[in-house]
């Protein structure tokens, strides 16, 4: 019998552009197609999807796409690949709503077949028939998949943890799940993001109560931050203003269009006229008032960060008002989010956010959950996914401390390839998995010598020569003219340049003969950069120019 | 009675460059005089130091410097200040030790008067007296200080907090502190970092207890990381090393040089033989050897980061290594800190981190600790010192909240003054107070013209176009040429540089008289600029030069 293939395609990171293929002979399925958020080196990149390479190889033997929930980093590359690729998109309901917006944004909608699948149904696509099973995280309609294969079921969290009491009565489903272990799972793939994490995760629950309490005593108008996407914290705040007696008025792009939408769609439940617009909320009392926003994660351009900058078209912060961050910062973050809250403390309201308040719990499961997800499946063999390498490595451990069989945890990077068969599971010939660099309209034009290129810029700016030589002999024709950016105040260092050009004009009369312009270039450049290290301990990058007249 | 004067030069912000002065009538003196690690968006900074315009201005005043502590965020400008400064510098044994080691550095030891002073010990300078009391702090010799002024006590506790075993027997002095307290304390300065956090901060013997266990139990060498500052950390190590019968190597420059400094000052005590050499190192099992390594904040050259790298010169990380960083990332250093222990995962290593041991403990006094010193001291007025904008706005609550009299907390910002006189307290007049960056040999002069330029070459790079015109007729004599950098692969788009140049023609060719170079620049800039982002979506810096020919 030949291998069952499993090749994660992205996944690393905390915010990993996560996608996998599982393939058997001739089928493969795409579980995922998420985007990642540039890290701090990778300058100027808009954003990094996977590298879909071996997929474009094997195009036609590609089945179906599955996708477990509706969050960027599961769904975010879409776009990028439906102009390639063609195939079935199967999702739960809010999934598709979100991803269909998405897709109408991008033209893409009349080219994709998107299919709306209900919790237990199952999707034949080739050899393999999947069945979606409902878990809890931090967007309504999250889904993970169990997935049969001829060797046997795999099981596949997606993002998950275990609320006995979530919001929207959506439990990660340890009944199915156990009747899949009772069978015999072949391969568990599971949420890694909060492996390092001791004990459990708190319950929605919790948040819930806490928002009713801030919302219930604060002296006046309250502004609560929050992601878009996490429609179950938005209803949990129409509750409270609804118990509170407030109105609630929504602002910021994406959390307009979400509340919109998820209303439409009957995931977020408020009685008429609590949700009001501008002119409702000016007439309101502030201390009868609460603001949903977007902002939580610092974003420069969100309705928080106007705020806290004082530029906000309808909400001025005043003494007196209450800000609930209800998020954490996700790593990379961490000081513009902060920012925010220094920012908005200066303009006289009270803020409350992850380190002073527990107005936040996060939707990954911790290590007492995942024992309890080994243990109700007791996997032959298991794969951590989504998460930093070190997260992979210890839930690897933690499988093997509970039954896992020794040997049969494989930690995977992106582009392994994990092969199954009758008697085992190894590696195999590694398959291509680069970041792939979306920078403006340019995919995978940004590499690392052009980010090389920007971070010397970065660093120390750069100085441009334009040497004016004679045709014939190459001699300098006039005094050189240089100019900078980001190197130096130019007009405080008059004297720098004046100096710079000698330099220049001796780089260039060293040569009797009539030397290769691009040697008289490199020339000029060395000689101008170590004069520049010497003068100023900068390192600029130097460009030059020879002009011919 | 004249007013006295507290000004905060620095100190916002979690390694906030401290410094402040005191002032009263014609007598200023200075605390701490430090710098701070530039933050993300100060691209090609250094370091940066506090302004020191106001004391410029006052230099006449100046009577004498006292610093708390050896950590670079309370000494580190002393080389910047002692340029244009002269006073003489008080402070405890090691804290001399620490800067006399920069000074020398910098060749500055020969103009500088530094002073030990001896804990009880009594300085006066100007109308002052400073009494240094000890405080547990993340490095030995670390003090607070009991300023005597006309107007009453102030204390100023550098960074503190409480621990009841500490390592090297050093503990906050309460008893001297609460003897203040029933004299009747003026003002209290207190430290902020951890005013966030409820509780109380763990003692380091919590620390030396895990370091223990791991260096006894680890099947194979053991390498550590941590603070090359934090000597008791590796008092510590030392320690578990001879207990478990193993040898220390230790490596990293820092590193080195501290223990050779703490040596030699008694700081450290290890017994003959078993801090071992190079040579000794390779000759011993590796299961009797213990690594003492810089590199705990993934700084990109320690020694660290270059066995994560494998490429350290001495030590290959292998299988059955066990590498523990005690030290947790200080904010904005946990991705390479990250990155390392994910390299080091990778190359097979056991990595024990923050998040997964407990073999770290921050120095900074948590909210009963804080509490704890408001109920001993008992103060008039009240200033939280050190920490971010909203760390200062909670201290400040807690310190209302337990009992002083409301409206005697002051969040202050660098700059804000502070005038106490036998009445009351209020804000006097600002002064200049504003980020010096310090970039190569250049001390304030990037400012934030230079910085956004920097950041947007990074963002997409640069452009530079070269027009070469007619003298007479300001005709375009030849094609323009066009370099890049940055900003898209040239070899992969030639085809949008030859339509670039047709633009740049275009821009130039629609004069029919003779314009102004400057006015051409601008016209061939806007148009390229234009062109580039409806082409690519990207907007690289351009820069136009018009040569006349």
Redesign the interface.
């Known amino acids: 019998m030949p291998p069952l293939r499993i090749i994660p395609l992205g996944g690393l990171g905390e915010i990993g552009r996560n996608m996998m293929l599982i393939e058997y002979e001739e089928d493969i399925i795409v579980v995922d197609v998420g985007l990642m958020f540039p890290?701090?080196e990778m300058?100027?990149v808009d954003l990094v999807i996977p590298d879909f390479t071996y997929l474009r190889e094997n195009a036609g033997r590609l089945r179906a796409v599955f996708l477990t929930h509706g969050h960027e980093d599961h769904v975010g590359a879409l776009p990028y690949f439906l102009r390639e690729f063609s195939a079935p998109i199967y999702s739960s309901r809010l999934t598709d709503g979100l991803i269909r917006v998405k897709l109408n944004e991008h033209r893409l909608l009349d080219k994709s077949e998107t299919v709306v699948v209900e919790p237990g149904e199952v999707i034949k696509a080739g050899v393999f028939e999947v069945e979606f099973f409902p878990v809890a995280h931090s967007i309504p309609d999250a889904c993970g998949l169990i997935i049969r294969t001829p060797l046997g079921p795999i099981v596949h969290t997606g993002d998950f943890k275990l609320d006995h009491t979530p919001v929207m009565n959506q439990s990660t489903d340890l009944i199915r799940l156990a009747q899949v272990g009772a069978e015999g799972c072949l391969l568990l793939l599971a949420d890694s993001t909060y492996a390092?994490?001791e004990g459990y995760t708190p319950s929605e629950q919790l948040v819930g109560d806490a928002l009713r309490n801030i919302v219930v005593n604060a002296p006046g108008r309250v502004i609560i931050a929050t992601f878009a996407s996490l429609i179950s914290r938005v209803q949990q705040v129409v509750d409270a203003a609804v118990f509170a007696g407030r109105k609630v008025f929504v602002t910021g792009r994406s959390m307009i269009d979400n509340v919109a939408m998820a209303r439409q769609l009957g995931y977020l439940n408020a009685p008429d006229g609590v949700i009001v617009g501008v002119e409702e909320m000016r007439n309101t009392p502030l201390n009868k008032l609460v603001v949903v926003t977007t902002g939580s994660q610092g974003e420069p351009t969100s309705a928080l960060t106007r705020m806290a900058n004082g530029n906000h078209r309808h909400i001025q912060i005043q003494e007196g008002d209450t800000v609930a961050l209800s998020a954490s910062p996700i790593?990379?973050n961490?000081?513009a989010v902060?920012r925010n809250?220094?920012n908005l403390?200066?303009l006289g309201a009270d803020?409350l956010?992850n380190?002073?308040a527990n107005i936040h719990v996060r939707g990954h499961a911790s290590r007492e959950e995942l024992k309890i997800l080994q243990g109700v499946l007791q996997p032959e063999y298991f794969v951590p996914i989504h998460g930093?390498?070190?997260h992979l490595?210890?839930h690897a451990r933690l499988a093997e401390a509970v039954g896992v069989p020794e040997g049969n945890a494989f930690v995977l990077t992106d582009g392994d390839v994990l092969e199954i068969d009758e008697k085992e599971a190894r590696l195999g010939d590694k398959v291509p998995a680069s970041y792939v660099y979306v920078?403006?309209?340019?995919i995978g034009?940004?590499?690392q010598?052009?980010?090389r290129?920007?971070?010397?810029?970065?660093?120390?700016?750069?100085v441009?020569v334009?040497a004016?030589v004679d045709k014939q002999t190459g001699k300098l024709e006039r005094s050189p003219?240089i100019?900078s950016?980001?190197?130096?105040?130019v007009e405080?260092?008059e004297e720098l340049l004046e100096r710079s050009k000698r330099v220049v004009e001796g780089a260039l009369g060293g040569g009797e003969h009539r030397a290769e312009l691009g040697d008289i270039e490199v020339r000029v450049r060395d000689a101008l950069s170590k004069f520049l290290y010497d003068?100023?301990?900068?390192r600029p990058?130097v460009?030059t120019?020879t002009?011919e007249?």
């Open positions: 890290e701090e300058l100027g390092e994490v790593p990379g961490e000081q902060y809250v220094d403390f200066r803020v956010y380190r002073v930093e390498y070190r490595v210890v920078d403006g309209l340019g034009d940004v590499d010598h052009l980010l290129d920007r971070a010397h810029l970065s660093t120390d700016g750069v441009v334009i004016s003219d100019l950016r980001g190197f130096i105040d405080e260092h003068e100023t301990r900068r990058m460009l120019v002009v007249v």
